[in-house]
C-alpha cells in the first residue's frame, strides 16, 4: 500500500498541464514563466502536434504567402519550426471533410480535427486564446491549382479553397511533435524508487 501511495504520488507531477477538451488531451506546453501554468503552446496527443496557445498572434494576414513567411519564422518560448496546418497530413491528395465530427480519416486534417473532433471553436475556445470566428489558412494547395489553397472557419467548421491572394485570413501556428523537453531518466521516479 506504501509503495502504490508514493508511486502516485511521484506520478502526479507528470500530469502537469493536461487540459482536457471534449475527447481530447492537450497538454500545457512552453510556460511564459518558469513552473508557470500561463502556456504558450498545447500539444495534442492524438494528433502528434503542438498549437500554439494564441489562435490569433499576428491578426490578418495580406495572404497566403505572407502567412506562410510570417509561420516559418515564429519563434515561441525559444522553439522555432512551426508551420501552418496541414488539412493533408497523409499528403494523398484527399482533402478530408470532417463536419460533422466522427468522419474516418479526420486526423488527416488538422484544423478539421481540432473543431469537430476536439471540441475548440471560437465559442468554445478553451484552452487557446483568440480563436476567430473566422477564416484561417492552412499550409495545403488545393491541388491541381497551385495558385489556391485550402482554409478553415472556426465558427461553423466549413472548409473550402481559394485563392492564396485573398486578404484578411487569419493564421494559426502549429507544430509537428511535442515541444516539451523530454524529462531526464534521473527526474523520473518509479514505485521501487521513489
Known sequence: M???II????AGPLFLGLVTTANAALLGRLPAT???MDY???YDEQLNITWAADANIYGTMNNWSTANAWVTGLTIGGVSGWRLPSMDVNGDGTVVNCSPGGVAGC???EMGFLFWEE???AGAPSPFSNVQAFVYWS???WAPYTSDAWYFTFNNGSQTAGSKSLTGLFAWAVRSGDVAPVPEPST???IQDC
Open 188 to 190: 523520473l521516479c518509479s
Open 40 to 42: 504558450q503552446a498545447y
Open 34 to 36: 518558469p513552473g508557470g
Open 139 to 141: 499550409g495545403t494547395d
Open 7 to 10: 508511486g502516485a504520488l511521484c
Open 119 to 121: 471540441g475548440i471553436t
Open 2 to 4: 506504501h509503495k502504490r
Open 107 to 109: 486526423a488527416d486534417n
